[in-house]
């Protein structure tokens, strides 16, 4: 099996920040692309921002300069350090990642179970 647990969403203030981190375990062979999606109440969910095994960094134009993506490959783990939050950040936050476990011949996407982040203005 393989899960991704996810920590850090809570509630701030406008302008304050908040650090989402996402840890996956289990029967884990490789891991490609980590990274992170929003949800918020009547809406789609959108891509935040990704990051490659190699470090490659893809990010939604309404986050750029404000949320950093990064990963420690070593403990199969992303985290994003939010700034500058506004009220419009507010959603549910989930980790996704591509990963191959050991007894699976191809990789796949899974996901984590969320964690809110409210921001009040």
């Known amino acids: 099996q393989v899960q991704l647990v996810e920590s850090g969403g809570g509630l701030v203030q406008a302008g304050g920040s908040l650090r989402l981190s996402c840890a996956a375990s289990g029967s884990i062979f490789s891991i490609n692309t980590m990274g992170w999606y929003r949800q918020a109440p009547g809406k789609q969910r959108e891509l935040v921002a990704t990051?490659?095994?190699?470090?490659?960094?893809n990010y939604a134009e309404s986050v750029k300069g404000r949320f950093t993506i990064s990963r420690d490959n070593a403990k199969n783990t992303v985290y994003l350090q939010m700034n500058s939050l506004k009220p419009e950040d507010t959603a549910v936050y989930y980790c996704?990642?591509?990963?191959?476990?050991?007894?699976?011949?191809?990789?796949?996407?899974?996901w984590g179970q969320g964690t809110q982040v409210t921001v009040s203005s």
């Open positions: 996704q990642a591509q990963i191959k476990a050991y007894y699976t011949d191809y990789a796949r996407n899974y």
């Open positions: 990051m490659t095994s190699s470090g490659s960094t």
